[in-house]
């Protein structure tokens, strides 16, 4: 009898450690930890061994699963064999609902692709990662609209205020598609581009940061097709969309757009600085800027501007006037800011240095304090530690350590007090997403398919390297209990046998 209840309290506990995982990265910070424990540190994608379920996506996959109300939703492309739905053909960024039991599909969001040369870049997929909120799920479609989803999709129903799905999910030319119980169902949508005069860049992208009644996004604005001209000047990096009505709620006023070699591509973060709520941002011009936060139930507003409180130059030495004639110069030119910036403690990190596509081949991971005011570049600076040639992972910070990786596949870990490296390890290939820790250990994924797992500590210890046969792009993810990794091609979801 006494075992007995001892099995029950330890299965209790287990339970209350697991929790969903709704959006990318922690709400309070952006922070990339997991509480999760009991995760797999190894698999085996060819036996089966430690995998619970895997799904066919696509041939793209950027975009990082989020997990909650029992769903798993991932964006991809519509290029799988069978379809999911043969009523849906050809180039489509789809935003795919899975059950988080079986991964059965529960719905999928369909968008055709917009019209131009890298504004919605052919074969790429949806890319931002959703974000979960109760019965409802906010994301980025390809064609740059902040779409409002019923998690139940349309099996419970159309609701509204948006009606026309069938449209929707048909291109310009072509007549509706009739809707069906796998089709989501949008509440609402609000149309960046049209919206704000904004012109997006090879893909829209960002994850959605909520607080209260809004929604802060990043609006993907950049260059045109040729790189040389920036077309929207006066279009902002940042806007806050009202979650209940679909409406426009504030914008930056910022003007990145000038100081922007190539696009718009960080998400927004948030914490509490001095008792106020700041949100964090990273610029396309190498600025991180924090924002003060509108208050959780301020109603819509067409003409409100986000107040600035500080702005800290992640690279002073760079280029402000002509930044464009420096497109491919891979010596010297401006910075921009690829990843997350994340909140832990009272300071900022953020990695910021030349663009991966076009820029010089200098980055660095900056560490700024958050309590200041105005520009802070000189006063603000805690630390800064170079990375090699470019860096568009965020940032994990835990137990005084701060993980992350370049794009030249090198996993760093260092103080996050002093920035002192403890060490360094070459995953074999390159890292376009983030590293996760969780339960001890450091997650990352690598170009080559392979799944690095390493420990979380100041000494270097590699635990295991999995291939999955498909460049691995998207960011590790734990929620209850199990471990989500995205390839190219297929969502794992990774999870030990119950005993």
Known sequence: ????????????????????Q?????????????????????????????????VALGTAVYSTPVIGGGKVIIGTNNEVSPPRDPRHRGDRGVLVCLSEKDGSLCWQLVVPKLK???????????????????????????????????????????????????RHQAPPDEPPIETGNLDADILWLYDINAGVGVHQ???????????????????????DKTHKVMTTPDAPALVVIDKITGRLAARDDERMAPRTIHCTWSSP???????????????????CYAF???????????????????????DPAAPRQDILKFQENRKEGPS????????????????????????????????????????????????SYAVQKHGMSTPSISDGLVFVADTTGVVHCVDADTGKPYWTHDAGGEIWGSTLVADGRVYVGTHKGDLCVLAAGREKRLIASVNFGSPINSTPVAANGTLYVATMKRLYALRKPSP
């Open 22 to 54: 709704p959006m990318w990265g922690r709400q309070d910070s952006r922070n990339m930890v997991s509480d999760e424990t009991g995760l797999p540190d190894t698999c085996d994608p060819k036996t089966g061994a430690n995998v619970k379920w895997s």
């Open 1 to 20: 009898m006494q075992m007995r209840v001892m099995l029950i309290v330890l299965a209790m506990a287990g339970a209350a450690a697991a929790a969903d």
């Open 201 to 223: 860049h090879d893909a829209a992208h960002g994850s959605i940061l909520v607080h209260g009644r809004h929604l802060y996004v990043c609006t993907s604005n950049g260059v």
């Open 269 to 287: 973060s948030m914490g509490e600085v001095g008792g106020r709520m700041l949100v964090f941002f990273g610029g396309g011009d190498a600025y």
């Open 336 to 383: 921009n800011i690829t990843a997350m910036p994340v909140f832990d403690k009272g300071r900022v990190y953020v990695v910021a240095g030349g663009d991966y596509w076009h820029g010089k081949r200098e980055t660095w991971l900056k560490c700024i304090d958050a309590t200041g005011s105005g520009d802070i570049t000189r006063t603000g600076l805690r630390w």
């Open 292 to 314: 003060e936060a509108l208050p959780p139930d301020a109603a819509p507003s067409e003409t409100a501007k986000l107040k600035c409180v500080w702005r800290f130059d992640c």
């Open 116 to 166: 131009g040369m890298l504004v919605d870049a052919g074969g790429v997929g949806l890319v931002s990662p959703a974000t979960i909120e109760g019965d409802r799920a906010y994301v980025v479609t390809n064609r740059n609209e902040v779409a409002c989803l019923d998690l139940a999709g349309l099996a419970n129903g159309n609701d509204g205020p948006f009606k026309d799905e069938a």
